[in-house]
């Protein structure tokens, strides 16, 4: 079973930046797709950014230009730098990863964007 952890967030003020990283308990092959969700208070969790062999990152309308997914296979870790901060990109941050038909998800950390 893989374990996720998430690291790298905290309290930014609007117009500052950030970079998540999440690192797998065990080798992800480079064909697993691996996400960044969000979950903002109040609301459904939602993915924000993905990455997938072969094809370009995806991201969502609202952090196109701003955020930027990646991954280190050999490292075992997804990151995603995060600019240009809103206070509506306050949430919880989730990594996760689909692997042999299973989906594997961190615990998330906590960006909380505020002056």
């Known amino acids: 079973q893989v374990q996720l952890l998430e690291s790298g967030g905290g309290l930014v003020q609007p117009g500052g930046s950030l970079r998540l990283s999440c690192v797998a308990s065990?080798?992800?092959?480079?064909?697993?797709?691996m996400a960044w969700y969000r979950q903002a208070p109040g609301k459904e969790r939602r993915m924000v950014a993905r990455i997938r062999s072969g094809r370009d990152p995806e991201y969502v309308d609202s952090v196109m230009g701003r955020f930027t997914i990646s991954r280190d296979n050999a490292k075992k870790t997804v990151y995603r730098q995060m600019t240009s901060l809103k206070p509506d990109d306050t949430a919880v941050y989730y990594c996760?990863?689909?692997?042999?038909?299973?989906?594997?998800w961190g615990t998330g950390t906590l960006v909380t964007v505020s002056s």
């Open positions: 996760n990863v689909l692997e042999n038909g299973i989906t594997y």
């Open positions: 065990e080798t992800i092959l480079s064909s697993d797709p």
